[in-house]
């Protein structure tokens, strides 16, 4: 999306995803981050402005403009914070931890967003998908945006919960089909270290989902600033999204401990099966074993040992020997 120059040729316009006014639930104009602070000074008006990675000098304008607080800047330019909601003054500031599942494994980034009258912005760090969806989404339905930027904080918070839900299904294959493998032979280093990998990426997972329970819930039950009512139910929902993710990450943690039990049980199993045919085996062994060496001695006198039939008697005591223990060993299973 293009926008009208700005004032400020030191401003990286690459950073600014988008920076549109709205009034009446439409949007009306495209505006620099110059100018956004007079729009959402308007009556009836609002600004939402969509940052990328945006560098110091960017976020002093924003700051300028909306008159946000320096230590929730200093959060949004630093990055790595856990996800929280925040008061300061008439304003709010929060911080969501978006997630995108690539080949190396599970990948985060953050989103920290700050909301007033008059005012949304959205700063996104690290791995995250495009919100022109949400913002799409949002200006298709007008009835829902006129309620202004508290139904805009509800769109960006349900996209980023939403995005988990692909990534969960993703790795619930992955659990199905690790868990196939595992019944079907014991587990070598590859599938340890998948068994690792997806815990991991789940329990990261967890970690970020979970403090979203605590954010929708102080913004639906408590008096937070241009939160209105009518808005609070929507939270509500995206918490009970919250809470059927995770039990979703708890589940298929619980089927990866139990696949990798499960199949530690059956590699014990089969080793003691191992062990009881080669201990059977050997057993029959041994009686050839112990009469060949019998006559292997130096002896001048033993038993048969100038008959005529005593070669033929010995191996056919040690083949009946060796098949009655080959029968009595088949019987008791361990062959």
Not at 223 to 234: Q, S
Not at 251 to 278: C, G, H, P, W, Y
Not at 317 to 327: D, F, K, N, R, T
Request: hydrophobic content about 45%.
């Amino acid at each position: 999306m293009s926008l009208p120059p700005s004032s400020d040729s030191a401003t990286p316009r690459h950073a600014v995803i988008a920076s549109a006014a709205y009034c009446d639930g439409r949007r009306i104009a495209d505006v620099p981050i110059a100018e956004a602070g007079a729009w959402a000074a308007k009556e009836g008006h609002f600004v939402w402005i969509g940052l990328w990675e945006p560098d110091e000098a960017l976020l002093m304008e924003v700051k300028h403009q909306f008159g946000l607080h320096e230590l929730a800047v200093e959060d949004a330019l630093h990055a790595h914070q856990r996800p929280k909601v925040e008061v300061y003054g008439d304003g709010l500031f929060m911080v969501l931890r978006t997630a995108k599942l690539e080949k190396g494994g599970l990948v985060m980034g953050e989103t920290h967003l700050f909301a007033g009258r008059g005012y949304v912005v959205t700063v996104r760090h690290g791995a995250s998908t495009s919100y022109s969806p949400v913002r799409a989404r949002a200006e298709s339905a007008p009835q829902l945006l006129k309620h202004g930027e508290d139904f805009v904080v509800y769109t960006v918070m349900d996209y980023v919960v939403d995005c988990y839900v692909p990534i969960l299904d993703q790795m619930a294959g992955m659990v199905d089909e690790l868990d196939a493998q595992l019944i079907a032979r014991p587990p070598g280093m590859a599938e340890i270290e998948r068994i690792h990998q997806l815990r991991r990426d789940l329990e990261r997972l967890r970690r970020n989902a979970s403090p979203l329970l605590e954010v929708c819930s102080r913004l639906e039950r408590f008096d937070l600033p241009m939160i209105d009512p009518a808005i609070r139910p929507y939270y509500r929902d995206v918490q009970d999204h919250v809470i059927r993710i995770n039990e979703q990450i708890g589940s298929l943690r619980e089927v990866l401990s139990f696949a990798f039990e499960t199949s530690m049980i059956l590699a014990t199993a089969r080793q003691n099966d191992v062990t009881r045919k080669l201990a059977a085996w050997a057993a029959i062994l041994a009686v050839p074993t112990a009469v060949a060496g019998l006559y292997g001695m130096n002896f001048e006198h033993m038993p048969e040992l100038h008959w005529r039939y005593g070669y033929p008697a010995v191996l056919a005591v040690i083949a009946v020997v060796c098949a009655g223990l080959y029968v009595r060993f088949r019987r008791t299973g361990w062959l």
